[in-house]
């Protein structure tokens, strides 16, 4: 397990702690692993949700990631804000990228406290914000849409209505990324929503659901680009990716790395698995099933601050 750090592992995050949590239904059409539950009582679910998220930050805390927790109460009618890593991102070198959302509600989530902590405790350069492309249909759902490989520049892509293909190049574009779109479907015969929910890229290893992918040939070349980089490529099955497995992200702690994915995700993997994952990262596991209940895990849960800090701060 290493010990030096990666500009993959981010050892600062942004976390959003919600206070009315409810699993979206402008998000439930085009999203297979969401539950929509009308038999629960909606208070029990939102003081669940909350306890989890808060309980997930302190664990992280306690292994030396930095957490900035924001609080959600609910004016917005935002029911699933919880997954930050959708509407923003930051880069090494200072810049931050603000995203084009697909739902109305996702959009009302972006908020000026989170990007001015950005600024204040860090060193931003220029905020490139997207968000305009959104009354001509044009979405990019941030590092949900994106898998980014930071070492290689890569952004890994699986087509869907949250990931256009012109707002795809123009970010790649300004980022410095080249893109590599795929097609995929699940085992409820739709395509993939996000590309994190099935692709996890690591500093020494990725996990990958490759029996998602509908042309065999593409799915080598992404296995291909992920070798040269250097990294252990650890196939998920669909099963896997139904439990979680894929939504997983590489931090970097007080003691190295770590790879921070769900109790879900962690008991659905093998052995072999386990092992690939701790010659590099120690897998810790946060307990957040009913978060997952809107079709997320861990891994939207968490925008990673790849941003120097600011002396003093």
Request: glycine content about 6%; some cysteine; overall charge negative.
């Amino acid at each position: 397990m290493s010990t030096i750090r990666s500009i993959q592992a981010p050892a600062a995050v942004v976390m959003v702690r919600p206070h009315r949590f409810a699993s979206n239904p402008e998000t439930a059409a085009d999203n297979a692993y969401q539950r929509v539950s009308t038999d629960a009582d909606a208070a029990i679910v939102a003081a669940a949700a909350h306890a989890e998220v808060g309980a997930a930050a302190a664990l992280l805390e306690a292994e030396g990631v930095t957490v900035h927790l924001f609080d959600d109460h609910g004016e917005r009618d935002t029911p699933d804000s919880v997954f930050p890593n959708n509407w923003f991102s930051t880069h090494p070198g200072g810049h931050v990228a603000i995203y084009p959302m697909f739902s109305p509600s996702r959009r009302r989530e972006r908020r000026s406290d989170v990007i001015e902590l950005l600024k204040a405790r860090y060193r931003v350069q220029d905020v490139i914000d997207y968000s305009g492309l959104e009354p001509d249909g044009v979405f990019l759902e941030g590092t949900g849409a994106m898998v980014l490989d930071h070492l290689a520049r890569v952004a890994y892509t699986a087509r869907s209505n949250r990931a256009d293909p012109v707002a795809l190049e123009r970010f790649c574009t300004h980022f410095n990324f080249e893109p590599i779109a795929f097609d995929t479907i699940d085992r409820h015969g739709r395509a993939v929503y996000h590309t994190n929910v099935m692709m996890s890229v690591a500093t020494e290893f990725a996990m990958v659901g490759f029996d998602l992918f509908t042309d065999p040939r593409r799915a080598e070349t992404v296995r291909a680009r992920l070798h040269e980089s250097g990294r252990e490529v650890i196939a998920l099955s669909a099963q896997q990716i139904d439990e979680f497995a894929g939504n997983a992200i590489e931090l970097s702690g007080r003691d190295g790395r770590l790879l921070a994915l769900s109790s879900r995700a962690l008991a659905c993997l093998t052995a072999a698995q386990r092992r690939s994952i701790e010659r590099s990262a120690r897998l810790v596991a946060l307990d957040v099933p009913t978060i997952e209940t809107a079709g997320g895990s861990v891994r939207c849960m968490i925008a990673g601050i790849h941003l120097a800090r600011r002396s003093g701060r």
